[in-house]
């Protein structure tokens, strides 16, 4: 019984080391790679003119 609960002790360490190890690998790779500047959308339709914009006369908006 007690060599049943040692190894059980035991396996449950090496996993929580395993997890441990692997989020220390991916905060390590986290840092490494280079952080993208915030994203720039395209833009899907062109900046729409003001209503008194070129081509366009005072008298006629009125």
Do not use: N, Y
């Not at 007690?2 to 905060?27: C, F, G, K, P, Y």
Request: no cysteine; net charge positive; charged share 30%.
């Amino acid at each position: 019984m007690l060599i049943q609960d040692a190894q059980t002790m035991l396996s449950i360490q090496r996993t929580h080391v395993d997890e441990l190890r692997a989020r220390a690998a991916a905060d390590r790779l986290s840092r490494s790679v280079p952080r993208r500047a915030g994203r720039r959308w395209p833009r899907l339709w062109p900046r729409r003119r003001p209503a008194g914009g070129p081509g366009r006369s005072a008298a006629a908006l009125s």
